[in-house]
């Protein structure tokens, strides 16, 4: 596009949507190339037009490309607000709550109610944490700003469809920073491929209907290769001197040779099927748990490419049966906080003047800048993570001085609170 027609378009434009004093030049260009490719990707400029109008770019979800945190946080930490006695009491509730429609879906696509549900809890906590992020806005910007752009590009494109086609009320379409929505956090993208209209209404809505959202999930599950007759893998104890070139998630063997190699159940018992592939996972290194995982656990991994989601979602489907924590403790001296003590922590934090914003048990950035600063009041290692010895050092002592009032700013909603998953 040369110049001139650059300047035409952003008049014409304008003329059909008045720039405010605030806008973006370089955003409101980007909108008419957009505009351009929209209708080549299904969208009609009506649908565009709409959804377009008014739009200012969110520049914070720019900022977000390079934080998640199921891949900075230590493991032991994004498990701990992954998967506590509060989760797993929610989660239990709502398995006898959804029993027969849980049990439908296992029967259709066989993936079983614990793990679904699962999936449900750690996307957004049973469906209290959709995310607040306008998903237009959120994937518009990442269209024109930032690394990405031609994916982004794609996911703005696909959910500009699906509102048109009227799956999803415009208004409710929020979600993540990087555009993951619903219950179970889908990409557009991954909507138009797996998402299912399971309660027979015509609409495939992952916000408004919790049939369709789960339905949808085991729909993910299955084509990523699913076996309802296996586990995912289990914790095992690994000989010493076991050489660390076979240990990786990829590096599968039959459960034969692992067994040959000396590895072992922690309760002594058969490591199961033999012949199955499995990759010896250490999440934490040597010392901490190990676990074998099996072909389940890489379809858990490719709901969100981390091997800590997956571990988070394995886990809690597991206790959602009964099963209890790992045995093998993680190896660190300050153990991490559930979410119950993470809200405690805020709430003594607020209580001493630091600006917290909502207790939610979420560690966002204004959390970490008050953790932070006591850290160093107190003379503790000043690297900005929540620890039980920092909460009992804050339960019994006074700080040593008072804070500054703008010592952190409220907390805003961070990648921690909406990873972006179910990407293709």
């Not at 600063?373 to 001085?401: C, M, N």
């Amino acid at each position: 596009m040369t110049p001139k027609s650059l300047i035409a378009r952003l008049a014409l434009l304008a003329g059909l949507f008045p720039l405010h004093a605030a806008a973006d030049p370089s955003f409101d260009a980007c909108l008419v190339g957009l505009r351009d490719q929209a209708q080549g990707r299904g969208v009609g400029t009506e649908t565009f037009d709409l959804h377009t109008h008014g739009l200012e770019p969110d520049l914070a979800v720019v900022g977000f490309l390079d934080y998640q945190p199921e891949f900075r946080t230590p493991i032991w930490d994004y498990l701990a607000g992954a998967v506590d006695e509060e989760r797993v009491a929610d989660g239990k509730g709502l398995l006898r709550e959804w029993a027969p429609t849980l049990q439908a879906i296992e029967a259709q696509f066989g993936v079983d109610p614990a793990t679904v549900v699962a999936v449900w809890g750690v996307e957004s906590n049973f469906g209290h944490n959709f995310g607040k992020r306008p998903l237009v806005t959120s994937l518009a910007t990442l269209s024109c700003f930032g690394r990405r752009q031609d994916f982004f590009r794609g996911e703005f494109f696909t959910a500009l469809k699906i509102l048109e086609e009227g799956h999803v009320d415009a208004a409710r379409l929020a979600g993540s920073w990087a555009g993951a929505f619903g219950h179970t956090q889908f990409m557009p993208s991954t909507f138009t491929r797996v998402a299912v209209d399971f309660d027979g209404d015509g609409r495939r809505d992952l916000i408004g209907s919790i049939p369709d959202a789960l339905a949808s999930t085991a729909n993910f599950l299955a084509k990523a290769g699913w076996n309802p007759d296996q586990v995912w893998g289990y914790e095992v104890a690994i000989p010493d001197g076991l050489d660390a070139a076979l240990i990786g998630r990829r590096n599968k063997r039959p459960v034969s040779e692992w067994a040959a190699l000396g590895v072992t159940r922690l309760d002594g018992s058969p490591l199961g099927d033999n012949a199955a592939p499995a990759g010896l996972l250490l999440p934490a290194g040597d010392p901490g748990p190990a676990f074998l995982v099996l072909r389940n656990f890489d379809a858990l991994h490719s709901y969100n490419a981390s091997e800590s989601y997956a571990l988070a979602i394995a886990h809690l489907s597991d206790r959602l049966r009964g099963a209890g924590n790992f045995v093998t403790p993680w190896p660190t001296d300050d153990p991490p906080l559930s979410r119950a003590e993470r809200r405690e922590l805020q709430t003594l934090l607020a209580g001493r003047g630091y600006r917290i914003g909502e207790i939610d048990g979420i560690i966002g950035s204004a959390t970490r800048e008050a953790v932070l600063d006591v850290q160093q009041r107190y003379g503790f290692e000043a690297d900005g993570r929540a620890g039980a010895k920092l909460l009992e050092q804050l339960r019994h002592d006074a700080i040593p001085s008072a804070p500054s009032p703008d010592t952190a700013s409220p907390d805003t909603t961070s990648p921690a609170t909406a990873p972006a998953t179910a990407s293709p």
